[in-house]
C-alpha cells in the first residue's frame, strides 16, 4: 500500500469517528430550557382553552334551561289566563278578582254549571320570596299555592321581580296596575312578560331571559 493511500484511509476513518461522535452529542441545557418553555406555553394554551370551552358550554346549558322553565310557565298562564271569566250559562258570575302588575287572581266557570265553586275554580298567578330566592306560583283547582318555578325571578330595589301583567281595554289603551275595582270589567287584553334569572354560583354572570305573550281574554266583556 503506497503512503496516499493510507494517508487517504486515516482521512476517511478520522470523517467517520467525527461525524459519530457529532451524531451523538446531546441537548445542551439551554435547548432543555427553551424546549420546557414551549411546552408549558402550549399545555396553558391547552388548558385555557379547555377552560373557555367549559365555561362556555356550561352558560348554554343554563340558558337552555332558563328558556325552556319560561315556555313551559307561559304556555300555563296563557291558557289558564284566557279561561279568565268562563261564564258560558250567564248566571256563574265568573270574573277578574284583582290585576297587579305582579298578581292576578280571577275565576271561572270549568264545570259550565252556571256556579262559581271556590276555590276549585279560582286562578292566581304571582310571585313570593323565599328561602332568599323568588319562586313563581299558582294557585288553582282548590290545590293551593304551589310552585310553578323555582328560584325563577330576583329582587330589584325591595320589589320582587320575574312576572309583569300589563292590561289593556277595549280601544287598546293601557289601564294602570294596580287595576281598581271598577275597572276591572274594562280589561281585554293581557301582556304577561317573565323574566327569569339564573345565578347559580359556576356562572361568571347571572343569566337573564325574557319572554312576553298577548293573551285576548275573550271571555270578559263583550268584543267588537
Known sequence: MSPDTMIKDLDHINDYRLKYEYSNVGLTLVELLVALAVSGLVALALFATFRVQGR????????ATLQQILRTSML??????RMAGLNPEGEAG???????TAHIHFTSDLDKNGEINPPREE??????SRD???????????SGRQTLAENFGYEENGELQGLLFTYFDLDGVEIPAPVPEYRL????????????????????????RSLSSVINCRNLGTWR
Open 56 to 63: 362556555s358550554y356550561n352558560q348554554q346549558e343554563h340558558t
Open 123 to 128: 286562578v292566581q298567578f304571582g310571585l313570593v
Open 76 to 81: 300555563l298562564i296563557e291558557r289558564n289566563t
Open 185 to 208: 270589567s274594562d280589561i281585554r287584553t293581557i301582556i304577561v312578560t317573565l323574566t327569569g334569572e339564573d345565578s347559580h354560583p359556576s356562572l361568571p354572570n347571572p343569566i337573564r
Open 94 to 100: 265568573a270574573k277578574l278578582i284583582s290585576a297587579n
Open 132 to 142: 332568599g330566592g323568588v319562586d313563581l306560583y299558582i294557585a288553582y283547582h282548590g
